[in-house]
Nanobody, 130 residues
Framework: QLRLVESGGRLVQPGESLILSCEASGFDLSVYAVAWFRQVPEKGREGVAC???????FYGDSAEDRFTITRDDLKNMVSLQMNGLKVEDSGVYYC????????????????????????WGQGTQVTVSS
């Protein structure tokens, strides 16, 4: 059974760093595209970062230069290193995966498109507040 489990979310102060992890079971994550999405109340899910099956990474505007997505094939997991956190980074962070990887390595828009992802974790809450 395919499963994604996020962890690492917590309350942090502005400017601090945080690492989110997404552990996969039941499938080989390396052949999937994987992404992190953030959801805040009254808004849809925003693409934060993605890691394609070919090892290409893209970032949303808010994450550029501050966040780094990595994949560990031995541990079958993906991580999101978040530095310089801001209050507006708060939200529930979801890990998602898909085998529908066509064009994902070429365009950020496709790689961060919510509807391209078929399998989702339950989410982990990140709160940035002083």
């Amino acid at each position: 059974q395919l499963r994604l489990v996020e962890s690492g979310g917590r309350l942090v102060q502005p400017g601090e760093s945080l690492i989110l992890s997404c552990e996969a079971s039941g499938f080989d994550l390396s052949v999937y595209a994987v992404a992190w999405f953030r959801q805040v109340p009254e808004k849809g899910r925003e693409g934060v970062a993605c890691f394609t099956n070919n090892g290409v990474t893209f970032y949303g505007d808010s994450a550029e230069d501050r966040f780094t997505i990595t994949r560990d094939d031995l541990k079958n997991m993906v991580s999101l290193q978040m530095n310089g956190l801001k209050v507006e980074d708060s939200g529930v962070y979801y890990c998602a995966a898909t085998l529908r990887t066509s064009l994902m390595s070429y365009t950020r828009t496709v790689c961060l498109k919510e509807s391209r992802y078929d399998d989702w974790g339950q989410g982990t809450q990140v709160t940035v507040s002083s």
